[in-house]
């Protein structure tokens, strides 16, 4: 939606906030959030390349 609408996405500071806030305080949990963002990125990354694979096309450019 945010394609067709041309708009962009704010900055999160979640992240920010929550240790801020005191809720992500142990090593575990801080593993937990990195280990997250990583298979985010792969996941991430491999429909990126099953797009360009299936379509032929590489991922559109966004303004």
């Known amino acids: ?3 067709a609408t041309e708009t962009v996405h704010a ?10 806030l005191g809720l992500l305080s ?4 801080v593993g937990i959030i990195v280990i997250s963002v990583v298979i985010l990125v792969e996941f991430h990354a491999s429909v990126l390349f099953a ?3 299936l379509v032929g ?4 450019v966004y303004r």
Request: some cysteine.
């Open 26 to 29: 142990t090593p575990l949990q």
């Open 11 to 20: 900055p999160a500071c979640a992240t920010t906030l929550i240790v801020s």
């Open 57 to 60: 096309e590489s991922h559109p």
């Open 51 to 53: 797009f360009e694979r």
């Open 1 to 3: 939606m945010m394609i």
